[in-house]
């Protein structure tokens, strides 16, 4: 049933979001619909302003009863802007109950929560008996039909809310008390055939044989009372030649045929109760290997498991019947993927020494033997294969229903842990999710065997990846997630629990840390993430901070152990990423003051708090104005003035960035078209772009939207770039610059010499203007040695064909020993600091009109 209505779940989804019906199906689609549904209506709705476009609700599930008839349908809700449609699909009922695969006898109806029958295949339970569905204390109901016939029900949740958001729903099934306990009454009535037989002798005896005869009458009533004690071991011995030999070999036979079924039927049970305690996958299996002697006199047992969502994912087994041990990976198959893909599922297949040689390896393969294979499942995760091995081909007449039966406990018990898995795990990175973690966490915290026993949490946060979202696409982002994730879990201890806390946060929590240095294990983690990533064509860098918290030093509860465990995170950051923090009480003052900055980051553009300023260039051939830089300045309605790097450090980090320098980059050109247009200057403007812009997939679309729209000169803008740029992807780098190049834009590489970068890296790059930042400027006093650099940067940058300006003039000295060094621009405080649009206006007029 589940299965039925994902199915039409996810085929409605499907026609919704293709918007298949507002267009003319074919006939094929017009079948596949009927299939699942009886009807698809769709009803327009009014919508609120605000609604993001395109939004899309995830069908859920609901009955509705008009009199005495039921429907059954999905709801989900389509926005587009400001309209929305409601679609309501009937479910075909005759789809979702067709085919239940019942037993003999058995009768299957479901129920709402609310006790209303939706199906039935037969007459329902009765209304005293529908009563008890809802208490928890027992699954079982005993009721009487209509033909006063003893029923046993059972019953279950389906549990719909996480995937439908709908209440779950009640399967019931029935079956006569008279046909489950069959064998049991036949069992009794053999019983008491025995005891009157066991009488009747006993009579015998004692009217007729009383002395002669007295020994094997007592030996056959020890055997009667042993029965009736159940203890179908016992044998009756009697060594007579006569007819009470006889009857004690079959009485004994008789035992033996009981002892036989009762062990099978014990087994079966057994591995039902495995499935209803919900062992491990590896527990069950143990115990279907381990009853199979019960079925045949087998030598050696053989299993092959593939499960890929319990916890391992390749099993093999050998049991030593004689011996009766079980031992784990001593034989292997030649080829798991194909060793036995051509035998039928649901079937056992006999094969001779020479045979299955070809197909498992071991010593224990012996050409005495015959040997069986029974494949008890061939699913796409769970394939099981058992070998048994014996000199005769006899087995029980109920080895298929045994085996059978272990193939549905172990494809149900699979489904289970299939279920409990994905609400566990992460989708993408497969490991714990944050539900899973905190309830761990939590529990470990609670039973921590003595209060001094000391464990930590890790808060890890990638650096940076963000940006890696942003230029190269999400795509790409979960490959790096995914690959982070192998990465981490090589780097842990193996009692450690990992999991995806969301986005590009991990969290890592170790019970006992008492004798594990937290720092070493952190500084590989930060190691091990921070290497290179090479993932679907492109190098990707990413690094990651780390914070530590201590319980129960830091903390006893699992909130407040994360809370402290990430503020350490965020010290980590703020202290230049790529490291560990540890918790410390004065770090939540820090955090205060990092959800202010974030608050204050998220709002600049709504607030209009970014200003921008523009320094001028100074000409120092000509001694006339040659450009201006555009320069970003932040104001706080209650501490004034707010640091650019503070600001966008925190932008980075929030994803900020992005918009920050766009709205930098069109203003800076409309004041520059502006100033053109009113006859005050033409000129070039310098923007600066940070590393995460220039990689956005979208810069050179945003590049030439900007361009167009505010009527700029490509000539007339000059982007500033970083050395960063170039050392992160440097053949990507290139590309890149060379395109904005071919557009007629000029490049320069501001805060020369402060980077990794050289003169001779950067001749093979299109830079037209060099930038020498101003910790050169400020040596120039210090020394001839100081001033001979400098001067060689500008000899070599000119022999290159490039312009160069040096930044932070602030004293004539500096400006006299430049104009001999023939530099081309500066820009300082000595000729102008950073001013407004409206002052940049008045110093063009001073010094241009």
């Known amino acids: 049933m589940f299965e039925r209505l994902y199915n039409a779940q996810s085929h409605l989804k499907l026609v919704i979001e293709t918007q298949a019906l507002d267009n003319n199906l074919d006939d094929s689609d017009q079948e596949l619909l009927s299939e699942y549904f009886l009807s698809i209506d769709k009803t327009p709705l009014e919508v609120s302003q605000g609604t993001n476009i395109g939004n899309f609700e995830y069908p859920s599930l609901k009955v509705t009863q008009n009199g005495d008839e039921l429907s059954i349908s999905f709801h989900v809700t389509q926005t587009n802007g400001p309209q929305a449609t409601l679609y309501t699909a009937e479910l075909n009922q005759e789809y979702l109950w067709a085919d239940t695969y019942l037993d003999a006898y058995e009768e299957l109806c479901v129920y709402t929560n609310k006790l209303l029958l939706l199906h039935c295949s037969n007459n329902p339970p009765n209304f005293v008996a529908i009563t008890q569905l809802n208490q928890k204390e027992s699954r079982l109901i005993q009721w009487l039909n209509e033909d006063q016939e003893e029923m046993l029900s059972a019953h279950w949740q389906l549990y719909l809310g996480h995937q439908f958001k709908s209440s779950d ?171 036995f893909d051509d035998i039928e599922p649901g079937t056992s297949v006999c094969f001779s ?15 005495d033997n015959s040997y069986t294979l029974f494949q008890l499942s061939n699913e796409q995760h769970l394939r099981v294969f058992l070998i048994v091995a014996n000199d005769r081909k006899t087995y029980h007449p109920r080895t298929n229903e045994y085996f059978q039966h272990s193939s549905i406990v172990l494809n149900a018990l699979q489904r289970d842990k299939l279920l409990e898995s994905q609400a566990n795990t992460d989708s993408l990175t497969k490991l714990h999710n944050r539900k899973y973690f905190q309830e761990q966490v939590s529990a470990c915290l609670d039973n921590l065997a003595t209060p001094c026993k000391e464990s930590l949490l890790m808060f890890i946060d990638l650096d940076r990846f963000k940006n890696i979202n942003d230029t190269l696409g999400h795509h790409i982002g979960d490959l790096l997630l995914q690959e982070a994730s192998i990465r981490l879990l090589k780097s842990i201890p193996s009692n450690a629990i990992c999991a995806r806390f969301g986005g590009d946060e991990f969290t890592v929590f170790i019970p006992d840390s008492t004798n594990i240095n937290a720092e070493n294990i952190a500084t590989a983690i930060i190691t091990t993430l921070s290497d290179s990533y090479f993932i679907g064509g492109y190098h990707a860098i990413v690094s990651a901070s780390i914070g530590i918290s201590i319980s129960p030093n830091d903390a006893t509860s699992f909130d407040e152990l994360l809370q402290c465990a990430d503020l350490a995170m965020y010290n980590a950051k703020d202290n230049g990423r790529e490291q560990c923090s540890f918790y410390n009480k004065q770090l939540s003052e820090q955090l205060t003051k990092r959800v202010d900055m974030e608050r204050y980051v998220a709002n600049i553009l709504n607030k209009n708090q970014l200003t921008v300023y523009y320094q001028p260039k100074l000409d120092l051939h000509t001694m006339t104005i040659s450009g ?142 060099l930038k020498i930042d101003r910790a050169f400027i400020v040596q120039i006093d210090e020394g001839e040695k100081f001033r001979g650099v400098l001067q060689s940067i500008i000899s070599m940058a000119k022999h290159l064909g490039m312009h160069v300006t040096a930044e932070g003039i602030e004293i004539e000295s500096h400006l006299n020993f430049l104009q001999a060094a023939e530099c081309d621009y500066i820009q300082g405080y000595f000729y102008s600091k950073p001013l407004s649009a409206e002052g940049a206006a008045l110093f063009l007029e001073t010094h241009c009109l």
């Open 169 to 339: 729903w009640i399967l019931v099934t029935s079956k006569p008390e008279s046909i489950i306990f069959k064998d049991l009454y036949s069992f009794q009535n053999l019983l008491f055939l025995g005891i009157a037989l066991a009488l009747l002798l006993t009579t015998y005896a004692i009217l007729f044989l009383v002395k002669k005869h007295l020994k094997p009458i007592d030996a056959l009533l020890l055997g009667t009372q042993e029965i009736y004690k159940n203890n179908l071991q016992h044998k009756v011995l009697i060594k007579t030649n006569d007819e009470y030999e006889d009857l004690a070999n079959s009485f004994n036979t008789m035992t033996t045929k009981l002892s036989s079924e009762s062990d099978i039927s014990t087994a079966l049970t057994e591995i039902d109760e495995k499935l209803i305690t919900r062992a491990a996958f590896s527990e069950c299996m143990e115990s279907i290997i381990r009853n199979i002697p019960l079925l045949t006199a087998a030598h050696s047992i053989f299993a092959y498991v593939s499960d890929s969502i319990n916890e391992t994912s390749y099993s093999s087994y050998r049991f030593d019947c004689k011996n009766k041990k079980l031992h784990v990976k001593d034989h292997i198959l030649l080829d798991p993927t194909i060793a």
């Open 353 to 367: 020494y020479d045979q299955i040689k070809s197909r498992i390896t071991t010593p224990y393969l012996s050409i």
């Open 628 to 769: 201006f830089e555009a320069l970003s300045r932040f104001s706080h309605p209650t501490k004034g003035s707010v640091s650019p790097f503070d600001v966008f450090a925190v932008a980075e980090d929030t994803g900020r960035v992005l918009e920050l320098g766009y709205f930098v980059l069109h203003e800076a050109l409309k004041q520059q078209v502006a100033w053109e247009q009113q006859g005050l200057w033409s000129g070039k403007m310098a923007v600066n772009v940070s590393p995460v812009q220039l990689f956005d997939t979208h810069f050179l679309a945003h590049l030439d939207l900007y361009l167009e729209k505010t009527g700029a000169d490509p000539r007339n803008l000059e982007l500033e770039i970083t050395e960063g740029v170039l050392i992160d992807d440097p053949e990507g780098a290139a590309l890149l610059l060379r395109k904005i190049h071919d557009r007629h834009i000029s490049i320069a590489l501001d805060d020369f010499g402060t980077g990794y970068s050289s003169l001779a890296y950067i001749t093979h790059l299109p830079i037209d203007h």
